[in-house]
């Protein structure tokens, strides 16, 4: 089983509330992503982070922010939480290498806002 | 950008039918990567396939990866309802920092 974790794995939460999704994970790990996912779609890579204070943007546009002060965090912020934000993030870490190795994902934080 | 679109975007199977899932790049790859998501979970890798015309087996589970590194596919032997979910492929332009991009995905469902 991978060690990445994310919290919460729900939340409901108002319009205009500031929200923090938090990933960890213990494995080392240089490459972290987060990803959103609508139920039974396909994922769409909103940031990436190759290391410590690297960050970019993914293929997404996302109002939402990440850091990346330690290498086993990774979270992401929305400052002002949207109904259009209600989705499932799910964060992933992986190793860089010569040779890709396979991305691992937490078990995802399923946003509902209201 | 880079695009990775799968077809079909929905497959429903008897079971003990074959299943085969495609996936295609608008660039050419450094590798892909296949990944099956259950229904309310997340993705689990599945196998990564790097050589040009590579083929892979996992028991029922059939990946190759095209001569031009632009696609990809995945076949399924003999379905059981243990196979029910969301295929993903992924891929790479580059090795090292280049970002994951995932494929839209096929969803199988197998009627038992």
């Known amino acids: 089983e991978a060690d990445i974790y994310q919290t919460p794995r729900y939340l409901v939460i108002g319009t205009g509330k500031k929200i923090t999704l938090e990933c960890s994970q213990t494995?080392?790990?240089?490459?972290m992503y987060w990803y959103q996912q609508d139920p039974g779609m396909e994922l769409h890579l909103i940031h990436y982070?190759?290391?410590?204070?690297?960050?970019e943007k993914g293929d997404l546009s996302s109002e939402s922010t990440v850091s990346r002060i330690r290498t086993e965090h990774f979270p992401l912020t929305l400052e002002s939480a949207r109904p259009s934000h209600t989705s499932q993030y799910l964060c992933?870490?992986?190793?860089?290498?010569?040779?890709?190795?396979?991305?691992?994902f937490g078990q995802g934080t399923r946003l509902t806002v209201v | 950008g880079q695009q990775v679109m799968q077809i079909p975007q929905y497959q429903h199977v008897q079971e003990g039918e074959d299943f085969t899932t495609y996936c295609n790049s608008s660039?050419?790859?450094?590798?892909i990567q296949w990944y099956k998501q259950r229904p309310g979970g997340h993705p689990v890798f599945l196998i990564q396939?790097?050589?040009?015309?590579e083929v892979k087996k996992q028991k029922r589970l059939t990946f190759q990866f095209g001569e031009a590194k632009k696609n990809s596919s995945l076949h399924i032997t003999a379905t059981q309802t243990t196979d029910v979910g969301t295929y993903f492929c992924?891929?790479?332009?580059?090795?090292?920092?280049?970002?994951?991009?995932f494929g839209t995905g096929t969803r199988l469902t197998i009627i038992p």
């Open positions: 992933a870490s992986s190793e860089v290498g010569a040779r890709d190795t396979e991305a691992f």
């Open positions: 494995m080392g790990h240089d490459k």
């Open positions: 982070s190759y290391g410590v204070n690297s960050t």
């Open positions: 660039t050419t790859l450094s590798n």
């Open positions: 396939l790097v050589k040009s015309g």
């Open positions: 992924a891929g790479r332009r580059g090795f090292g920092n280049e970002k994951l991009t």
